[in-house]
């Protein structure tokens, strides 16, 4: 038995969970925000490492720290029925929904859409995608270790690559920050901070937590103490990696508007600074390194999936589910990166409040004795705020005004709740039900251990 390891296995363990957080997400929306909030980049970058790489942090933590065997089991503490809705819904956006079509419209943002007419640009994108994830398709199917082998090459590339790219950047910019956007005018701290939701790492850490547990344990360590402050050391590797990355990349679009124009996404934004510094050469290198990267990951999460609902539905088998996956990712990626982006926002305002609850609610647990009665009241007032956030993003995305059952609700939301309008009316209901439940299970307890 280990009580400590030494640094290079810290080392070891944070770079793999680097490469597992290291995705689409973590090229093109840092970068987006720093197109948009231009002057304003410093408050807009605060905010996105709080969600972008804070929260990610806290959720590895709160695995660790709950002891739970997977996702399932922790969300389980509501009950078994809400254990599953969540972790499905969780698998579901980090997986066939967004983050995997995600991958393969990024890889193709930054690949080839630099390269193509925009007259061919639908076309082209279908056969890329098709090409993509028939790729995909074929190694999820017959998961290796060459996936692994390969990813561990990818990511030390890439994170070199992106390394001479950012440096370049910094000592010879492109031009000067521009005034922010609207949005980034005023707040831009908060947008920032709804901004980091898009990188879905908080939801993926919840996943990714059990892998790393697991890596620990199988170095011999095996007090929960030491397992939790291992994977908080690792953690910590990992996150400050990604943000560094992070506010590279957003210094990168903040000061490439003048030179390259403002996109709508932000992968343009990287094949075009690739261009500017390296020429063909470098544009080529970078698109080629992004594609693999894309697809590595795109594989990896096929795979858990096809894993998790495999033991959710078995009557479904892995292969089955894999084509099933892959097909349905497929086809959502030719909607396009602006399309997938937009519809993803909804689905992440009404999970990832759900998301942050669940993690404060493991650190507290000790407090109010692991009472069930704590979980289901704070899960259901931030579910009843949470799904009108989700509404209301849904209502935007599409354009259209919000429906009229919705409108008393927002209304009252607007006029009660504080930090609504900035995306967080949930958080002060949901700490006041937590004190309130929480005193209430200790003086029950209290009570029941007397009357025995």
Same mark, same amino acid.
């Given at each position: 038995?280990?009580?400590?390891?030494?640094?290079s296995?810290?080392?070891?363990?944070?770079?793999?969970l680097?490469?597992?957080?290291?995705?689409?997400?973590?090229?093109?929306?840092?970068?987006?925000?720093?197109?948009?909030?231009?002057?304003?980049?410093?408050p807009?970058?605060?905010?996105?490492?709080?969600?972008?790489?804070?929260?990610?942090?806290?959720?590895?933590?709160?695995?660790a720290?709950?002891?739970?065997?997977?996702?399932?089991?922790?969300?389980?503490?509501?009950?078994?029925?809400?254990?599953?809705?969540?972790?499905?819904?969780?698998?579901?956006?980090?997986?066939?929904?967004?983050a995997?079509?995600?991958?393969g419209?990024?890889?193709?943002?930054?690949?080839?859409?630099?390269?193509?007419?925009?007259?061919?640009?639908?076309?082209?994108?279908?056969?890329?995608?098709?090409?993509f994830?028939?790729i995909?398709?074929?190694f999820?199917?017959?998961?290796?270790?060459?996936?692994?082998?390969?990813?561990?090459?990818?990511?030390?590339?890439?994170? +070199? @690559? !992106?390394? $001479? =790219?950012? *440096?370049? &950047?910094?000592?010879?910019?492109?031009?000067?920050?521009q005034?922010?956007?609207?949005?980034?005018?005023?707040?831009?701290?908060?947008?920032?901070?709804?901004?980091?939701?898009?990188?879905?790492?908080?939801?993926?850490?919840?996943?990714?937590?059990?892998?790393?547990?697991?890596?620990?344990?199988?170095?011999?360590?095996?007090?929960?103490?030491?397992?939790?402050?291992?994977?908080?050391?690792?953690?910590?590797?990992?996150?400050?990696?990604?943000?560094?990355?992070?506010?590279?990349?957003?210094?990168?679009?903040?000061?490439?508007?003048?030179?390259?124009g403002?996109?709508?996404?932000?992968?343009?934004?990287l094949?075009?600074?690739?261009?500017?510094?390296?020429?063909?050469?470098?544009? +080529? @290198? !970078?698109a $080629? =390194?992004? *594609?693999? &990267?894309?697809?590595?990951?795109?594989?990896g999460?096929?795979?858990?999936?096809?894993?998790?609902?495999?033991?959710?539905?078995p009557?479904?088998?892995?292969?089955?589910?894999?084509?099933?996956?892959?097909?349905?990712?497929?086809?959502?990626?030719?909607?396009?990166?602006?399309?997938?982006?937009?519809?993803?926002?909804?689905?992440?305002?009404?999970?990832?409040?759900?998301?942050?609850?669940?993690?404060?609610l493991?650190?507290?647990?000790?407090?109010?004795?692991?009472?069930?009665?704590?979980?289901?009241?704070?899960?259901?007032?931030?579910?009843?705020?949470?799904?009108?956030?989700?509404?209301?993003?849904?209502?935007?995305?599409?354009?259209?005004?919000?429906?009229?059952?919705?409108?008393?609700?927002?209304?009252?939301?607007?006029?009660?709740?504080?930090?609504?309008?900035?995306?967080?009316?949930w958080?002060?209901?949901?700490?006041?039900v937590?004190?309130?439940?929480?005193?209430?299970?200790r003086?029950?307890?209290v009570?029941?251990?007397?009357?025995?």
């Open positions: 038995m280990k009580e400590k390891l030494p640094f296995n810290y080392l070891a363990i944070g770079f793999m680097f490469a597992l957080f290291f995705g689409a997400g973590n090229l093109i929306f840092p970068a987006q925000l720093g197109q948009y909030s231009g002057t304003n980049l410093g807009a970058a605060i905010g996105f490492l709080l969600t972008g790489v804070g929260l990610p942090l806290l959720g590895i933590l709160a695995m720290f709950s002891g739970s065997r997977d996702l399932q089991d922790l969300a389980s503490r509501v009950s078994p029925g809400y254990g599953i809705f969540f972790t499905a819904l969780l698998y579901l956006t980090i997986g066939p929904f967004f995997i079509p995600r991958t419209t990024v890889a193709f943002e930054v690949g080839l859409a630099p390269f193509v007419g925009d007259g061919s640009l639908q076309l082209i994108l279908f056969i890329f995608t098709l090409v994830f028939a995909v398709l074929l999820s199917l017959y998961p290796a270790k060459l996936v692994d082998n390969v990813g561990k090459i990818l990511a030390p590339a890439l994170v +070199v @690559l !992106l390394a $001479v =790219l950012l *440096i370049t &950047a910094f000592v010879n910019p492109m031009g000067a920050a005034a922010p956007e609207e949005a980034y005018a005023s707040g831009a701290f908060m947008k920032g901070f709804l901004e980091g939701y898009n990188t879905m790492d908080a939801l993926a850490s919840l996943v990714f937590g059990i892998i790393v547990i697991g890596t620990v344990k199988s170095f011999g360590v095996t007090s929960r103490k030491e397992v939790l402050s291992a994977t908080a050391k690792s953690g910590v590797i990992a996150v400050i990696l990604l943000g560094a990355i992070y506010v590279g990349i957003a210094y990168l679009g903040a000061t490439s508007t003048a030179t390259l403002l996109f709508e996404t932000g992968g343009p934004v094949s075009g600074a690739g261009a500017h510094y390296f020429g063909t050469i470098g544009s +080529v @290198l !970078l $080629v =390194l992004i *594609i693999l &990267a894309c697809m590595t990951t795109a594989i999460l096929i795979t858990a999936n096809a894993e998790y609902f495999n033991k959710l539905l009557k479904f088998s892995y292969k089955t589910l894999v084509v099933f996956f892959t097909t349905l990712s497929f086809v959502i990626a030719n909607f396009g990166l602006a399309n997938i982006i937009s519809f993803s926002i909804p689905v992440l305002m009404f999970l990832y409040p759900l998301a942050i609850v669940l993690m404060l493991t650190f507290l647990s000790p407090l109010f004795n692991h009472a069930r009665m704590v979980y289901v009241a704070t899960t259901v007032v931030t579910l009843l705020i949470s799904i009108f956030d989700g509404l209301k993003s849904l209502c935007d995305s599409l354009g259209i005004d919000y429906f009229s059952w919705m409108v008393p609700v927002v209304n009252f939301y607007e006029q009660v709740l504080p930090l609504y309008g900035q995306g967080l009316g958080l002060v209901p949901a700490l006041i937590i004190v309130i439940t929480g005193i209430i299970a003086v029950q307890k009570t029941t251990a007397q009357e025995v």
